[in-house]
């Protein structure tokens, strides 16, 4: 018998149930607190985890209490949100996402659980994998936008750099895959709202990032809140039971998300908390967070024999492993003992990442880079000097005072410069404000920087906006400033594409900014002045207004396709039907165009690679990287195929005036799609395969592949 086996079976009923239960120290970030976890609560083995607690004192005190002062000494669970970041604030995921870069966003994670490991967390909520096609949704900000494959790719690199080799080590910390699944398809973007997508979509588009966050390893997977086909997550026999932990063969562990199996009664599926732990339990989920549900309704659900001690057994067994994989066992203060970690030894890695994350949507007249002898400048907005909003939401232990804002980049990055400042209104409010101070710095600048958009809580959970434009007095702002004539570079600082196609226009540049973190105002100025070349990429599309929403690269075809020319067609009779931008948009201040694209074959079967090249050429003065997608389009299969299905990319770095071969590789099976019973399989039949810069379609250049039928020859 294992060590885990003969800890099971010394454990009492309340000592097991003890261990299926996550309290929280009082520092909840949502939902209500339910009671901040006593002393007695843990010594008498009620608490196995404890949520949003940190700091080496802290954890160490907690810690003692349970291995010295309870009957079998087993090690509390550390876990906390650490999603970009811990102590080093790293931009929001979803502007990390646009660089593209697997290799980066493992250092990131990697970097973040070394901080949050020396402050005793054992265990990260993230990364965050929910597939978002929706803006007005306030968690796009929080994972890596719409595109499955980016997800997909998103998810094996923040598993492996949270996890590290060595989940034991006492940098490394266990990953929790979150919200399985399609919380990003709520209704309306509302927040918790019910989603209704058909099994298809689930497959094709919500679980390939969970698909291979289990398969990178990842310790724990989180539900969403949200009811799919009417069945909530929390309780999904189907999904969790089923697909998880039989197809996926995931072993993990299952954490509820906050107060979530209470929830199971508002959803109408659980007629009280012993039900609600029963469904809980037997759909597979181990740990109780907050809830207080198992705790106080587990003993009464067995009793009345809706649930029996194995279901509990197999629960337990998933958490104690867990902690072993942890080293909890061998040495319960293994993280926060490495409190000689120095905090903040990535301070360049956040501050590359920050530039690196920066889109450039428009540029005309190619006001950017800024003029090198540019002697006044105007700083208006109330996202210019505002230090708190750079870290974005989720930011649990980053620190405001850590933070460049942009006008303090732009006046460390400019000091032959002048630079004014007027906030001319608050960031979300109504009140009067002073646009006529504004509008009078703007009348003795040579360019205006305006900085506006929204700020870090208007974008994460419960942060779902009908009308996602900019907010307050902000537009009227920008209006008068535009008015005034002088040049305005638009800086929009978001968690979300935001609705602003009046403003792209009448801006000279616009700038995603995002949230950017620590060093938004470095970054921010290292792109505007040029020392940085913006490479960021849009990994979710940008729509001219929300009426267009859900908008994405993915669609599949209509029966008419759009066409402005005809009277039937798939199109709006008031807005055309392409976005602001397309997803993988973004401009550098150099051009690169694409030629002649050739593949190594024109018929496979099952088994081939696939090998393409394209020459990329740097028609421009000074170096540049480019990203380089290769899509997909199944022409005719059992189901409708999308017109554009991501399947690769790549990323290439050009001299000036240099043209550079790029290879692109694909196997046969990433062009397979899913049959009646979502197996993948690879049909016959004739594919697209578009390259090109972004999502635009009319921008791609296209050749032509032909599956051969399993066992034909080529011709
Ligand atoms: C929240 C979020 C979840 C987070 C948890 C703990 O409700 O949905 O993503 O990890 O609570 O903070």
Excluded at 471 to 488: C, D, I, K, Y
Excluded at 552 to 575: G, Q, T, V
Aim: charged residues 25%.
């Amino acid at each position: 018998m294992n060590r885990i086996d003969k800890l099971l079976a010394s454990m009492t009923l309340d000592e097991k149930i003890g261990q299926l239960n996550m309290a929280t120290a009082g520092q909840a970030v949502t939902g209500p607190i339910v009671g901040a976890p006593t002393t007695e609560a843990i010594r008498d083995g009620k608490v196995g985890s404890l949520l949003n607690l940190f700091g080496s004192e802290a954890t160490a005190r907690y810690q003692k209490l349970a291995v010295e002062q309870t009957r079998l000494a087993i090690p509390l669970l550390f876990c906390a949100d650490v999603l970009h970041g811990h102590r080093t604030t790293f931009p929001i995921p979803l502007a990390e996402a646009g660089l593209f870069d697997p290799e980066t966003w493992e250092r990131t994670a990697r970097a973040a659980a070394a901080e949050a490991a020396a402050e005793g967390i054992a265990l990260t909520f993230a990364p965050m994998l929910d597939i978002a096609r929706d803006p007005r949704w306030g968690r796009i900000a929080e994972g890596p936008g719409e595109d499955p494959r980016l997800g997909a790719r998103f998810a094996t690199a923040k598993v492996r750099g949270f996890q590290g080799a060595d989940l034991a080590a006492p940098e490394s910390i266990a990953a929790t895959a979150k919200h399985f699944c399609a919380g990003g398809a709520a209704a309306a973007g509302r927040e918790y709202a019910a989603v209704d997508v058909s099994e298809r979509t689930l497959h094709e588009v919500y679980m390939p990032p969970f698909r291979a966050a289990v398969e990178a390893g990842c310790a724990a997977i989180m539900p969403a809140f949200n009811s799919v086909a009417g069945v909530p997550m929390t309780s999904n026999l189907r999904l969790l039971r089923d697909y998880l932990r039989r197809e996926l063969r995931f072993d993990g562990a299952i954490i509820s998300d906050y107060d979530a199996i209470a929830e199971l009664l508002i959803h109408g599926v659980a007629a009280d908390r012993a039900e609600a732990a029963t469904l809980a339990l037997k759909a597979g989920v181990d740990i109780d967070m907050v809830g207080g549900v198992y705790l106080a309704h587990l003993p009464e659900a067995l009793a009345r024999g809706l649930v029996d001690m194995d279901d509990i057994d197999a629960a337990v067994r998933r958490v104690l492993t867990l902690k072993q994989k942890l080293g909890l066992f061998d040495d319960p203060y293994r993280r926060a003992a490495s409190a000689a970690h120095q905090m903040h030894p990535e301070d360049e890695l956040s501050a590359d990442v920050a530039r690196r994350s920066i889109t450039l949507l428009a540029n005309h007249d190619n006001i950017l880079p800024l003029a090198a002898d540019l002697r006044r400048i105007a700083v208006i907005g109330p996202l210019a000097d505002a230090p708190a909003e750079m870290l974005g939401p989720w930011s649990l232990a980053g620190d405001p005072n850590r933070c460049v804002t942009i006008l303090r980049g732009l006046r460390a990055a400019l000091p032959l410069c002048e630079i004014a400042y007027e906030p001319g209104v608050s960031s979300k409010g109504e009140e009067e404000g002073d646009i006529a101070a504004a509008c009078a710095l703007c009348a003795q600048a040579e360019v205006v920087i305006l900085c506006v958009g929204e700020t870090a809580d208007m974008s994460g959970e419960a942060a779902s906006r009908a009308a996602p434009g900019l907010p307050g007095r902000q537009r009227e702002l920008a209006e008068a400033v535009l008015a005034t004539g002088v040049p305005v570079v638009a800086l929009i600082s978001s968690g979300r594409p935001l609705m602003v196609s009046w403003l792209r226009d009448k801006a000279r540049a616009m700038v995603a900014t995002w949230f950017l973190g620590d060093f938004a105002g470095h970054a921010v100025a290292d792109v505007l002045t040029g020392r940085f070349n913006p490479t960021g990429r849009l990994a979710v599309t940008w729509p001219r207004e929300v009426g267009q929403i859900p908008i994405y690269h993915a669609e599949k075809p209509s029966s008419r396709p759009a066409n402005p020319a005809e009277p039937f067609s798939s199109k709006y009779i008031d807005l055309p039907v392409e976005p602001l931008f397309p997803f993988g948009h973004g401009l550098s201040y150099t051009r690169v165009t694409l030629r002649n694209l050739r593949a190594s074959r024109h018929e496979f079967s099952r088994g081939d690679s696939l090998e393409f090249e394209i020459d990329a050429v740097n028609e421009s003065a000074i170096a540049t990287e480019e990203t380089i997608f290769l899509f997909a389009h199944d022409l005719v299969a059992s189901t409708a195929r999308p017109l554009l299905e991501l399947k690769t990319w790549a990323k290439v770095t050009l001299a000036a005036r240099q043209t550079k071969t790029v290879a692109l590789t694909l196997s046969a099976e990433s062009l397979r799609c899913l049959d009646d019973d979502f197996r993948p399989v690879l049909e016959p039949g004739e594919f697209d395969i578009l390259v090109g810069l972004n999502a635009d379609r009319r921008t791609l250049l296209t050749t032509r592949l032909r599956a051969l039928p399993h066992g034909a020859r080529e011709s």
